[in-house]
Nanobody
Framework: VQLQASGGGLVQAGGSRRLSCATS????????LGWFRQAPGKEREFVAT????????FYADSVKGRFTISRDNAKNTAYLQMNSLKPEDTAVYYC???????????????????WGQGTLVTVSS
């Protein structure tokens, strides 16, 4: 499984950005597909993800109401729409996939075996 994240860049606080994650997965509907981020000097943290069936979306409290995850199964692509960006959202954003993660572990990056290369989002104040 290959993942490629794109769409990062420099944005002012309060602005918006959409990230894309192109995948080689043929049956996207059977994978949990989500986003994580890692700021300098910090551990990688959960941002948002879809359940394996795609029927449920989960968000970190820090982004709830500002970020929206979506996916296009026909294009094998997931998206992260980020609105009302804050300087503390500055990080490298990674997309990740798992065919086996269960809901109770869905926020834990160690249960995702497939990762994209990351895309840097910098939010200036």
């Amino acid at each position: 499984v290959q993942l490629q994240a794109s769409g990062g860049g420099l944005v002012q606080a309060g602005g918006s950005r959409r990230l894309s994650c192109a995948t080689s997965v043929r049956t996207l509907g059977s994978y949990a597909l989500g986003w994580f981020r890692q700021a300098p000097g910090k551990e990688r943290e959960f941002v948002a993800t879809f359940s394996r069936t795609g029927s449920a979306a989960f968000y970190a409290d820090s982004v709830k109401g500002r970020f929206t995850i979506s996916r296009d199964n026909a294009k094998n692509t997931a998206y992260l729409q980020m609105n009302s960006l804050k300087p503390e959202d500055t990080a490298v954003y990674y997309c990740a996939a798992s065919r086996t993660v269960i809901q109770s572990s869905i926020r834990d990056p160690k249960y995702y075996p497939y990762w994209g290369q990351g895309t840097l989002v910098t939010v200036s104040s």
